[in-house]
């Protein structure tokens, strides 16, 4: 669940996240709820619907592959994140200006996930 005020937006990546207000490192900004998260069991998929998880999904181990209902699920990947994810909670690694890019590093969430046909595994 997102817990700040963002807007998605054009970024370097075709779209992103963007926090409306400055952040103070450590601030939680996103925390895992089952109120905001979609978990699809892995498996055969609809050509469309295969590439839609493959874009905004990712495979949390013994659960599923879980899609945010929120715009969380524009967060595009970096190297170099400015959110670090702890315990099901995204932080702010560092203060985050106004108008900034949200960025977390997929690897965390699904590191080796592949897309072939219409499976997802790994």
Not at 15 to 27: D, E
Not at 58 to 69: P, S
Not at 99 to 111: I, K, N, P, Q, S
Request: charged content about 20%; glycine content about 10%; overall charge negative.
């Amino acid at each position: 669940m997102l817990l700040i005020p963002a807007v998605v937006r054009p970024s370097r990546h075709g779209l992103g996240l963007f926090t409306t207000q400055s952040l103070h490192s450590g601030r939680c900004v996103w925390r895992w709820d089952a109120l905001t998260e979609v978990v699809v069991p892995p498996g055969p998929q609809p050509p469309v619907f295969a590439e839609f998880l493959r874009h905004f999904g990712y495979l949390a181990d013994g659960i599923g592959i879980v899609v945010n209902l929120d715009n969380a699920r524009f967060m595009n990947h970096s190297d170099t994140p400015n959110l670090i994810e702890v315990d099901g909670c995204n932080y702010a690694a560092r203060d985050i200006a106004e108008g900034e890019e949200l960025t977390c590093d997929y690897r965390v969430f699904d590191a080796g996930l592949t897309l072939s046909g219409a499976f997802l595994k790994r």
